[in-house]
């Protein structure tokens, strides 16, 4: 167990790299697009939606990291409730399994539109890239996501020394 996640902790970089790809893309097009309008009054045409495709690109990729390393934004308003040490890991459990089950919907409901725009050959406007790769590739990031937050509830509830161990 300990050695998958190491394994793991060793191929999160991939995303993370995918990501920063994205958001150099993105800022080197939305440069040359500033200039571009400003100085010849002639636009990058595509510049929303490869914006649109970037950014999805970026949030989902690094998603299922964030989520398993408890990155992401957090409320605590029951953290008074909980406030020994044994109680805290089961709502933090609960909260990981909990939320890893509840994305299974999204999931679901992207993968059928991302179907849905296959089969209707939906493309974007400009550069006519297949909806359903942005679909699919959203709903697979959701899913690993999910995967990701159900594992680490698990380790929490049941291997809280393994977990933090290996956040070390």
Same mark, same amino acid.
């Given at each position: 167990?300990?050695?998958?996640?190491?394994?793991?902790?060793?191929?999160?970089?991939?995303?993370?790299?995918?990501?920063?790809?994205?958001?150099?893309?993105?800022?080197?097009?939305?440069?040359?697009? #500033?200039? $571009?309008? /400003?100085?010849?009054?002639?636009?990058?045409?595509?510049? =929303? &939606?490869?914006?649109? !495709?970037?950014?999805?690109?970026?949030?989902?990729?690094?998603?299922?990291?964030?989520?398993?390393?408890?990155?992401?934004?957090?409320?605590?308003?029951?953290?008074?409730?909980?406030?020994?040490?044994?109680?805290?890991?089961?709502?933090?459990?609960?909260?990981?399994?909990?939320?890893?089950?509840?994305?299974?919907?999204?999931?679901?409901? #992207?993968? $059928?539109? /991302?179907?849905?725009?296959?089969?209707?050959?939906?493309? =974007? &406007?400009?550069?006519? !890239?297949?909806?359903?790769?942005?679909?699919?590739?959203?709903?697979?990031?959701?899913?690993?996501?999910?995967?990701?937050?159900?594992?680490?509830?698990?380790?929490?509830?049941?291997?809280?020394?393994?977990?933090?161990?290996?956040?070390?």
């Amino acid at each position: 167990m300990k050695n998958l996640i190491n394994l793991m902790q060793r191929i999160s970089f991939l995303p993370v790299l995918l990501a920063c790809f994205a958001l150099f893309i993105l800022m080197v097009m939305t440069f040359c697009d #500033v200039i $571009l309008r /400003s100085l010849f009054n002639s636009p990058i045409e595509a510049a =929303t &939606e490869l914006t649109r !495709i970037l950014m999805a690109i970026m949030v989902f990729s690094v998603l299922p990291i964030i989520s398993a390393r408890g990155e992401h934004i957090a409320v605590d308003l029951t953290d008074g409730f909980f406030h020994r040490h044994r109680l805290e890991r089961l709502r933090d459990g609960a909260v990981f399994l909990s939320s890893g089950i509840m994305l299974f919907w999204p999931i679901h409901r #992207v993968w $059928l539109l /991302s179907e849905r725009a296959q089969e209707y050959g939906d493309v =974007t &406007e400009y550069l006519s !890239i297949p909806q359903f790769y942005i679909g699919g590739f959203i709903a697979l990031a959701t899913a690993i996501t999910s995967a990701a937050m159900i594992i680490t509830g698990l380790l929490r509830l049941f291997a809280p020394k393994l977990l933090q161990e290996s956040m070390q």
